[in-house]
């Protein structure tokens, strides 16, 4: 049992005092040693670099626990962004007429930072989720963060929660880059300034059943995305319409929902927040991204371990009829991982699937953990390990 630190304590009982709140308030930001000549000093702290956070690491679940910092910058006017800072995690200032609240013009992505059993720290291909950014922000008509801005905020976001990093094997810390419309706008157009900020918070297993089979439901009044819309882009805008349609299917005692073609209704197309594959014989299909499925990291890592693994793999429409006659149903997603599904229900039909050891989608798991984990050579460079010499510990805030 990860012995529990009591350090967080310690500077916040450091912190009622006049002299290191003046110190906190006049310190700089926490910023690559590469980025300017002027570095910041490092204050004390009572912390160390080994230090956990207090909590209960065997039961994380997946629900927002409150990290220490976050990561914000601006642009206006269609620029570049200024060099972004950390500030302690809280509440952010933003007008009514903000084009994000009025117009719903913002992008969110999604990523994880897991620890080793060596104390490394490392992310997942940071670098596709920045392009993926880069892609919806042209749709959505906001400037966007370069590649290289939005892995560095990342990696800082990061290294700054440390300490919420958890131990190898209890979790990961998930981090959520946001992109929205923060200037003001009365009319419908795009917004003047865009903010650029990174959260972050320890997570578990996304499902309540944890590892176990997911039973998914089929909808057919409501849709997730339409052709010219955009569900192929992570806008905010795609996920608040699927919540009717989940909260009746969990009602009835499902894990999720998959929805179907807008247009045929015969089609199948994406789960709430997850993509899915449909694996029959030697062959694994899975909806092709025409611009109403989101192209997931995970789902792109997983058909390329497939590949390697000798399947053949289809991007491709897959007919519901084709998903009821499957072998085996899985989901993939940064958030679920990769997921089994234990069955399906479709026009009060339910279908059962194989699930357990020796599935498809638990060899495909084993390869995909076991490079995260660094116990599999990562042969294709998507590990990015944190290097923490290169940045100033502990942090300082703006």
């Known amino acids: 049992m990860i012995s529990r630190m009591v350090c967080f304590r310690n500077l916040l009982q450091s912190l009622r005092t ?22 910041p000093v490092v204050e004390p702290s009572s912390c160390s670099e080994d230090d956990y956070a207090d909590m209960d690491w065997d039961n994380l679940g997946f629900s927002l626990r409150p990290t220490d910092y976050m990561y914000i910058t601006k642009c206006s006017g269609g620029g570049s962004f200024e060099e972004g800072h950390l500030s302690r995690y809280g509440n952010i200032e933003l007008s009514p007429s903000a084009g994000v609240l009025n117009y719903g013009q913002g992008l969110f992505e999604g990523t994880k930072a897991y620890r080793r059993q060596d104390g490394g720290l490392c992310l997942f291909r940071p670098d596709q989720n920045a392009i993926r950014m880069q892609i919806g922000a042209e749709r959505m008509c906001m400037t966007s963060p370069s590649v290289h801005q939005f892995v560095e905020a990342v990696k800082q976001t990061a290294l700054a929660n440390k300490r919420w990093i958890p131990p190898p094997g209890k979790g990961s810390l998930y981090i959520r880059p946001l992109l929205m419309g923060s200037g003001s706008v009365l009319g419908l157009g795009p917004a003047p ?57 969990k009602s009835r005692g499902f894990s999720d929902v998959l929805y179907l073609d807008s247009v045929n209704k015969k089609n199948i197309e994406e789960v709430s927040s997850c993509n ?8 694994i299909s899975t909806p092709a991204t025409n611009g109403t499925i989101l192209e997931g990291v995970t789902r792109k890592s997983i058909i390329d371990i497939a590949i390697d693994h000798g399947y053949q793999v289809k991007e491709q429409c897959v007919p519901v009829e084709e998903l009821m006659e499957a072998d085996e149903v899985f989901t993939t997603g940064t958030a679920v991982g990769v997921a089994t599904v234990g069955s399906i229900t479709y ?36 590990i990015l390990e944190i290097d923490s010499a290169m940045y100033s510990y502990p942090p300082h805030i703006q």
């Not at 040693?33 to 570095?39: F, G, L």
Request: charged letters at 20%; hydrophobic letters at 30%; a positive charge.
């Open 276 to 283: 899915i594959f449909v694996v029959k014989d030697n062959v």
């Open 347 to 382: 026009q009060g039909k339910r279908v059962e699937y194989k699930s357990g050891d020796g599935c498809v989608s638990q060899q495909l798991l084993s390869t995909y953990m076991g490079i995260q984990k660094g116990h599999i050579e990562d042969k294709k460079g998507w």
């Open 193 to 249: 300034e865009c903010t650029f900020l990174i959260y972050a918070s320890p997570v578990g297993n996304y499902f309540k059943e944890g590892l176990a089979p997911l039973n998914l439901f089929i909808e057919e009044e409501y849709h997730r995305a339409t052709r010219g819309g955009v569900g192929g882009v992570k806008s905010i805008s795609n996920y608040s319409p699927v919540l009717k349609a989940l909260g009746r299917a």
């Open 18 to 39: 006049g002299s290191a709140v003046s110190k906190l308030r006049s310190s700089n930001c926490y910023t690559s040693r590469t980025a300017s000549s002027v570095q």
